[in-house]
């Protein structure tokens, strides 16, 4: 069973600073552009950022940064506002067999 | 622009049956695109339930496959999820949401609704 671990589990960061996340899968998916990010703020539904990788999804804006390959994938946001803080969580769409995995979440809260 | 809205009971009872439907607007039942279930337990992360797509046979959550239907009424421009046997650990905020485009991701969601599971 592929399991997506994202760390760390808690990042505390003040506006302005450089946020990195990581979300790492347990093994290489037939699927690994399938990969996505999305921001969840408590009491709403999530809310996609990236897709295939790093491909940003409408409206959101260029600080947030998606990267990587194979196993290991990471979620920039270049400098912190103070809507960016919130819950993370990655999430891999594999087609064998079809499935949605998400990681545990990243919770980035203000120092 | 694409809206999903999720209705249904808010409080099951322990062995019952939770069945929840989600009506879409700006968007058709019949176009390309995969029609999902996602839930989240209070407190913690996001569970993948399953997916329909309207010319095909549903995808499961192996966890859940033994309990759960999804289905679509074309008619209504809706799809539905049927949980049978649901205990307390049931509880959670369901997200209906549409797959597919763009690469597999979750572009839209709805605001989700809570299932509690109680005497």
């Known amino acids: 069973e592929i399991v997506l671990t994202q760390s760390p589990g808690t990042l505390s960061l003040s506006p302005g600073d450089r946020a990195t996340l990581s979300c790492r899968t347990s093994q290489s998916v037939s699927t690994s552009n399938h990969l996505a990010w999305y921001q969840q703020i408590p009491g709403q539904a999530p809310r996609l950022l990236i897709y295939a990788v790093s491909s940003r999804a409408t409206g959101i804006p260029d600080r947030f940064i998606g990267s990587g390959s194979g196993t290991d994938f990471t979620l920039t946001i270049s400098r912190l506002e103070p809507e960016d803080f919130a819950v993370y969580y990655c999430h891999q769409y594999d087609r064998s067999p079809p499935r949605y995995i998400f990681g545990q979440g990243t919770s980035l809260e203000i120092k | 622009q694409v809206q999903l809205q999720e209705s249904g009971p808010g409080l099951v009872k322990p062995s019952g049956t939770l069945s929840l439907t989600c009506a879409v607007s700006?968007?058709?039942?019949?176009?390309?695109?995969?029609w999902t279930w996602v839930r989240q337990p209070p407190g913690k992360g996001l569970e993948w339930i399953g997916e329909i797509h309207h010319t095909g046979s549903p995808h499961y959550n192996p966890s859940l496959r033994s309990r759960v239907t999804i289905s679509t009424d074309k008619s209504k421009n809706q799809f539905s999820v049927v949980l049978t046997s649901v205990t307390a650990a049931d509880t959670a905020v369901y997200f209906c949401?549409?797959?597919?485009?763009?690469?597999?991701?979750?572009?839209?969601w709805g605001q989700g609704t809570l299932v509690t599971v109680s005497s």
């Open positions: 949401a549409r797959g597919g485009d763009p690469a597999y991701s979750l572009a839209y």
């Open positions: 700006g968007d058709s039942i019949s176009s390309d695109n995969w």
